[in-house]
């Protein structure tokens, strides 16, 4: 185990730094690529903070659909491979939610600002 700060804290400083202090002194093409290099920092902030739990509860209901172990990547071509060949379906217990629910965990990470994203979580706080 590290000290802190932890590869999170990190990405979030450097970010926060280019985005307060750097970018208000940049212009043009060279203010677009701050923005790029901005935007990536967040999101690998983003994946550090969420993706292992969405990982864990994504692997653990592909074990529930195909009643199989296996690493997150063999489980999700075992599926993959079970819809293309019309063994599952949408009509399959479970599966509708397991691709929404995947769906909505990686907007998190990739979009969270995404419109159609920000409504469906809205809509789900309501529905509970």
């Given at each position: ?5 932890g ?9 926060d ?9 940049v212009?043009?093409?060279n203010?677009?690529?701050?923005r ?10 983003r994946?550090?903070?969420l ?11 592909v ?8 690493s ?15 063994e599952?379906?949408?009509r ?5 939610e397991?691709?929404?629910?995947t ?26």
């Amino acid at each position: 185990m590290q000290d802190e700060p932890g590869p999170t804290e990190l990405t979030k400083a450097v970010a926060d730094f280019l985005r307060e202090d750097i970018a208000p002194l940049v212009s043009g093409h060279n203010a677009f690529k701050l923005r790029v290099a901005i935007n990536m920092l967040d999101l690998v902030t983003r994946q550090l903070t969420l993706e292992a739990a969405s990982d864990a509860a994504e692997e653990r209901r592909v074990q529930g659909l195909l009643a199989m172990q296996g690493s997150l990547f063999e489980l999700n071509r075992a599926l993959a491979d079970k819809i293309a060949n019309g063994e599952l379906d949408l009509r399959t217990p479970g599966l509708a939610e397991h691709l929404w629910q995947t769906t909505m965990d990686k907007l998190a990470v990739d979009q969270p600002t995404y419109a159609a994203y920000r409504r469906e979580l809205e809509r789900s706080k309501l529905q509970r």
